[in-house]
Protein backbone atom coordinates (compact mmCIF):
# COMPACT_ATOMS: atom_id res chain seq x y z
CA UNK A 1 0.00 0.00 0.00
CA UNK A 2 1.38 3.51 -0.89
CA UNK A 3 2.06 5.38 2.28
CA UNK A 4 4.11 8.61 4.08
CA UNK A 5 6.87 7.65 6.31
CA UNK A 6 8.94 9.66 8.67
CA UNK A 7 11.85 9.63 9.98
CA UNK A 8 13.33 9.40 13.08
CA UNK A 9 9.64 9.51 15.17
CA UNK A 10 11.75 10.97 18.11
CA UNK A 11 14.34 12.81 18.16
CA UNK A 12 17.07 14.72 20.90
CA UNK A 13 19.25 17.57 20.30
CA UNK A 14 21.86 19.63 21.20
CA UNK A 15 21.40 23.46 20.39
CA UNK A 16 23.82 24.61 17.64
CA UNK A 17 23.79 21.04 15.89
CA UNK A 18 21.96 20.65 12.57
CA UNK A 19 19.29 18.19 12.15
CA UNK A 20 17.42 16.56 9.06
CA UNK A 21 14.48 15.06 9.21
CA UNK A 22 13.07 12.58 6.58
CA UNK A 23 10.26 12.48 4.75
CA UNK A 24 8.85 9.78 1.81
CA UNK A 25 6.16 9.24 0.44
CA UNK A 26 4.94 6.24 -1.98
CA UNK A 27 1.90 8.03 -4.02
CA UNK A 28 4.14 9.70 -6.61
CA UNK A 29 2.10 12.95 -5.17
CA UNK A 30 3.87 16.20 -6.77
CA UNK A 31 2.98 18.25 -3.63
CA UNK A 32 5.08 17.90 -0.44
CA UNK A 33 4.47 19.89 3.11
CA UNK A 34 6.09 20.10 5.98
CA UNK A 35 4.12 21.60 9.42
CA UNK A 36 5.24 21.78 13.07
CA UNK A 37 2.29 21.96 15.36
CA UNK A 38 2.78 23.77 18.56
CA UNK A 39 0.04 24.16 21.86
CA UNK A 40 -1.88 27.22 20.79
CA UNK A 41 -0.56 27.48 17.69
CA UNK A 42 -1.92 24.35 15.14
CA UNK A 43 -0.27 23.50 12.03
CA UNK A 44 1.85 26.13 10.78
CA UNK A 45 3.74 25.29 7.06
CA UNK A 46 7.46 25.43 7.11
CA UNK A 47 7.86 24.55 3.41
CA UNK A 48 6.26 23.14 0.54
CA UNK A 49 7.36 22.30 -2.79
CA UNK A 50 5.22 21.32 -6.03
CA UNK A 51 7.46 19.15 -8.41
CA UNK A 52 10.79 18.38 -7.93
CA UNK A 53 13.84 21.12 -8.17
CA UNK A 54 10.92 23.29 -6.69
CA UNK A 55 10.72 24.47 -3.21
CA UNK A 56 8.86 27.64 -1.28
CA UNK A 57 8.62 29.41 2.11
CA UNK A 58 5.63 29.31 4.25
CA UNK A 59 4.64 30.71 7.25
CA UNK A 60 7.70 29.72 9.87
CA UNK A 61 10.45 29.20 7.42
CA UNK A 62 13.41 31.07 9.40
CA UNK A 63 15.97 28.42 10.26
CA UNK A 64 14.94 25.71 8.25
CA UNK A 65 15.50 24.36 4.52
CA UNK A 66 14.32 21.74 2.32
CA UNK A 67 15.45 20.12 -1.44
CA UNK A 68 13.15 18.16 -3.41
CA UNK A 69 15.87 16.11 -5.52
CA UNK A 70 12.95 13.49 -6.28
CA UNK A 71 9.55 12.83 -6.12
CA UNK A 72 9.25 10.58 -2.83
CA UNK A 73 11.55 12.77 -0.80
CA UNK A 74 11.05 15.68 1.07
CA UNK A 75 14.08 16.18 3.90
CA UNK A 76 13.56 18.88 6.32
CA UNK A 77 16.84 20.64 7.54
CA UNK A 78 17.44 22.65 10.92
CA UNK A 79 20.47 24.26 10.37
CA UNK A 80 21.22 25.34 13.38
CA UNK A 81 18.98 23.86 16.07
CA UNK A 82 17.19 26.52 18.55
CA UNK A 83 15.15 25.55 21.44
CA UNK A 84 12.11 27.16 19.84
CA UNK A 85 12.72 24.40 17.35
CA UNK A 86 11.07 21.81 20.01
CA UNK A 87 7.96 20.62 18.39
CA UNK A 88 6.09 18.03 16.46
CA UNK A 89 6.70 18.06 12.78
CA UNK A 90 4.66 16.20 10.23
CA UNK A 91 4.81 16.04 6.51
CA UNK A 92 2.39 15.94 4.26
CA UNK A 93 1.68 15.33 0.50
CA UNK A 94 -0.94 15.85 -2.14
CA UNK A 95 -1.50 14.71 -5.76
CA UNK A 96 -1.98 18.42 -7.13
CA UNK A 97 -4.91 17.83 -9.13
CA UNK A 98 -7.38 20.68 -8.91
CA UNK A 99 -10.42 18.93 -7.89
CA UNK A 100 -8.29 16.78 -5.26
CA UNK A 101 -6.93 19.00 -2.53
CA UNK A 102 -6.96 15.89 0.11
CA UNK A 103 -3.37 16.05 2.13
CA UNK A 104 -1.86 13.04 3.59
CA UNK A 105 0.17 12.81 6.56
CA UNK A 106 2.32 11.08 8.16
CA UNK A 107 3.07 9.93 11.38
CA UNK A 108 5.03 13.01 12.81
CA UNK A 109 8.52 13.51 14.24
CA UNK A 110 8.87 14.80 18.32
CA UNK A 111 11.87 17.05 17.92
CA UNK A 112 13.32 17.77 21.54
CA UNK A 113 16.06 20.74 21.47
CA UNK A 114 18.07 20.94 24.53
CA UNK B 1 -4.85 37.10 3.92
CA UNK B 2 -6.45 33.85 4.56
CA UNK B 3 -7.42 32.54 8.27
CA UNK B 4 -9.78 29.79 10.18
CA UNK B 5 -10.90 30.47 13.59
CA UNK B 6 -12.20 27.41 15.94
CA UNK B 7 -13.51 27.43 19.06
CA UNK B 8 -11.42 27.22 22.33
CA UNK B 9 -11.50 23.71 23.54
CA UNK B 10 -11.01 21.38 25.09
CA UNK B 11 -14.89 20.38 24.24
CA UNK B 12 -15.48 17.11 27.05
CA UNK B 13 -18.68 15.27 26.21
CA UNK B 14 -20.77 12.54 27.36
CA UNK B 15 -21.31 9.65 24.96
CA UNK B 16 -24.05 9.74 23.24
CA UNK B 17 -24.20 13.41 23.37
CA UNK B 18 -24.37 15.72 20.42
CA UNK B 19 -21.19 17.77 19.40
CA UNK B 20 -20.83 20.83 17.85
CA UNK B 21 -17.45 22.35 16.81
CA UNK B 22 -17.25 25.89 15.22
CA UNK B 23 -15.31 27.53 12.65
CA UNK B 24 -15.44 30.36 10.69
CA UNK B 25 -12.69 31.47 7.96
CA UNK B 26 -11.52 34.48 5.69
CA UNK B 27 -10.63 34.28 2.94
CA UNK B 28 -10.57 35.86 -0.72
CA UNK B 29 -12.32 34.12 -3.11
CA UNK B 30 -14.56 30.84 -3.02
CA UNK B 31 -12.20 28.59 -0.74
CA UNK B 32 -12.85 24.73 -0.42
CA UNK B 33 -13.05 23.67 3.22
CA UNK B 34 -12.05 20.59 5.41
CA UNK B 35 -12.05 18.90 8.52
CA UNK B 36 -9.27 16.85 9.31
CA UNK B 37 -8.92 14.80 12.35
CA UNK B 38 -6.00 14.10 14.82
CA UNK B 39 -6.06 10.98 17.16
CA UNK B 40 -3.41 10.44 20.08
CA UNK B 41 -0.66 9.90 18.24
CA UNK B 42 -1.03 9.83 14.73
CA UNK B 43 -0.70 12.22 12.08
CA UNK B 44 -4.07 14.37 10.56
CA UNK B 45 -6.54 12.43 8.28
CA UNK B 46 -9.34 14.18 6.36
CA UNK B 47 -12.74 14.11 8.04
CA UNK B 48 -14.88 15.51 5.47
CA UNK B 49 -15.11 18.20 2.95
CA UNK B 50 -16.86 20.96 0.82
CA UNK B 51 -15.63 22.59 -2.18
CA UNK B 52 -18.74 25.34 -2.68
CA UNK B 53 -21.45 27.13 -1.01
CA UNK B 54 -24.13 25.17 0.28
CA UNK B 55 -22.58 21.66 0.17
CA UNK B 56 -22.50 19.27 3.13
CA UNK B 57 -19.55 17.17 3.64
CA UNK B 58 -20.61 14.30 5.72
CA UNK B 59 -18.33 10.81 6.95
CA UNK B 60 -18.40 8.92 9.73
CA UNK B 61 -21.63 10.33 11.40
CA UNK B 62 -19.99 14.24 11.07
CA UNK B 63 -21.35 16.60 9.04
CA UNK B 64 -20.51 20.21 7.97
CA UNK B 65 -22.32 22.81 5.55
CA UNK B 66 -20.36 25.42 3.78
CA UNK B 67 -22.09 28.57 4.54
CA UNK B 68 -21.03 31.39 2.43
CA UNK B 69 -23.42 34.26 3.88
CA UNK B 70 -22.04 33.15 7.40
CA UNK B 71 -18.27 32.07 6.56
CA UNK B 72 -18.77 29.18 8.49
CA UNK B 73 -18.19 25.64 8.27
CA UNK B 74 -19.46 24.34 11.63
CA UNK B 75 -19.06 20.46 12.56
CA UNK B 76 -21.58 18.74 13.84
CA UNK B 77 -22.33 15.01 15.25
CA UNK B 78 -25.65 13.65 16.60
CA UNK B 79 -24.14 11.45 19.01
CA UNK B 80 -20.55 10.70 19.73
CA UNK B 81 -18.52 8.03 20.78
CA UNK B 82 -15.77 7.81 22.76
CA UNK B 83 -13.51 6.53 19.83
CA UNK B 84 -14.55 10.56 18.70
CA UNK B 85 -11.90 11.86 21.33
CA UNK B 86 -9.60 13.46 19.09
CA UNK B 87 -8.08 16.97 18.24
CA UNK B 88 -10.23 18.55 15.14
CA UNK B 89 -8.96 20.91 12.46
CA UNK B 90 -10.72 23.17 10.52
CA UNK B 91 -8.78 24.06 7.09
CA UNK B 92 -9.21 26.11 4.27
CA UNK B 93 -7.83 26.13 0.86
CA UNK B 94 -7.84 29.52 -1.28
CA UNK B 95 -9.70 29.29 -4.71
CA UNK B 96 -7.67 29.49 -7.62
CA UNK B 97 -5.16 28.24 -10.18
CA UNK B 98 -2.18 26.14 -8.50
CA UNK B 99 -2.26 26.79 -5.16
CA UNK B 100 -2.36 23.64 -3.19
CA UNK B 101 -1.60 24.97 0.37
CA UNK B 102 -3.87 24.70 3.63
CA UNK B 103 -4.59 27.38 6.04
CA UNK B 104 -5.32 25.30 9.12
CA UNK B 105 -7.34 26.38 12.35
CA UNK B 106 -5.73 25.68 15.81
CA UNK B 107 -7.37 22.70 16.78
CA UNK B 108 -10.11 21.76 18.97
CA UNK B 109 -9.65 18.60 21.69
CA UNK B 110 -12.60 16.63 22.15
CA UNK B 111 -12.65 14.43 24.99
CA UNK B 112 -15.66 11.90 25.33
CA UNK B 113 -16.33 10.29 28.30
CA UNK B 114 -18.04 6.81 28.63
Known amino acids: DAEITQSPRHKITETGRQVTLACHQT?????MFWYRQDLGHGLRLIHY???????NKGEVSDGYSVSRSNTEDLPLTLESAASSQTSVYFCASSVGLAGNNEQFFGPGTRLTVL | GDSVTQMEGPVTLSEEAFLTINCTYTATGYPSLFWYVQYPGEGLQLLLK?????DKGSNKGFEATYRKETTSFHLEKGSVQVSDSAVYFCALRTSGGSNYKLTFGKGTLLTVNP
Open chain 2, 50 to 54: ATKAD
Open chain 1, 27 to 31: WNHNN
Open chain 1, 49 to 55: SYGVQDT
